[in-house]
């Protein structure tokens, strides 16, 4: 089963609001670089990264976060606080991995990915 990004981000993005998360953002873009959700809890600015795959055949979702997306989301993030004038000393990465199969939706949150 296929599952479009948008589809998984507003996944992710339910998903996080049913946690308490408060979503400030989706779909962030800066130049080249772009951030999927900017998140806050408990005075914790979260910038997550939203990987969604209609199977698990060649590898999990969260599997699939190269170095260079990585280095991109940081910048991102780092241009979004300066934008808002955040001065946030807590800030975290996380990955929310959607996998959409014949059995329905698995949502795995890794907090802290990277």
Same mark, same amino acid.
Not at 101 to 113: L, Q, S, T, Y
């Given at each position: 089963? +296929?599952?479009?990004? *948008?589809?998984?981000?507003?996944? /992710?993005? !339910?998903?996080?609001?049913?946690?308490?998360?408060?979503?400030?953002?989706?779909?962030?873009?800066? +130049?080249?670089?772009?951030?999927?959700?900017?998140?806050?809890? !408990?005075?914790?600015?979260?910038?997550?990264?939203?990987?969604?795959?209609?199977?698990?055949?060649?590898?999990?979702?969260?599997?699939?976060?190269?170095?260079?997306?990585?280095?991109?989301?940081?910048? /991102? /993030?780092?241009?979004?606080?300066?934008?808002?004038?955040?001065?946030? *000393?807590?800030?975290?990465?996380?990955?929310?991995?959607?996998? +959409?199969? !014949?059995?329905?939706?698995?949502?795995?949150?890794?907090?802290? /990915?990277?």
């Amino acid at each position: 089963m +296929k599952i479009s990004g *948008k589809e998984g981000e507003e996944i /992710a993005a !339910k998903y996080l609001e049913g946690k308490g998360y408060q979503i400030l953002a989706r779909n962030y873009r800066v +130049k080249r670089q772009e951030i999927d959700i900017i998140a806050h809890e !408990k005075d914790i600015y979260i910038f997550v990264e939203v990987k969604s795959r209609g199977s698990s055949d060649f590898g999990f979702p969260e599997d699939f976060l190269s170095p260079q997306q990585e280095g991109r989301i940081r910048s /991102a /993030a780092t241009y979004y606080l300066n934008e808002h004038s955040i001065s946030a *000393k807590d800030i975290r990465f996380d990955i929310v991995s959607i996998l +959409k199969n !014949k059995d329905g939706v698995e949502i795995e949150h890794f907090e802290d /990915a990277f």
